[in-house]
């Protein structure tokens, strides 16, 4: 029983670097597209 419980630690630890992980390529991935939109924006003014 203690075994599984601890499968069951490590395997939610690996979820959750996933999402973190997850979550860090998505804050890139915005702050990129608003650099974009920035330089569009600039070509038009």
């Known amino acids: 029983m203690s075994n599984n ?3 069951n630690v490590d ?4 979820d ?3 999402t973190q992980q997850q ?4 804050i890139n991935e ?3 597209l ?3 939109i920035a330089w ?3 070509s038009y003014e």
């Open 34 to 36: 608003k650099l974009q």
């Open 11 to 14: 395997k939610c630890a690996d």
């Open 40 to 42: 569009l924006e600039r």
């Open 16 to 18: 959750q670097k996933t």
């Open 23 to 26: 979550l860090d390529d998505a």
């Open 5 to 7: 419980t601890e499968m």
């Open 30 to 32: 915005i702050t990129e």
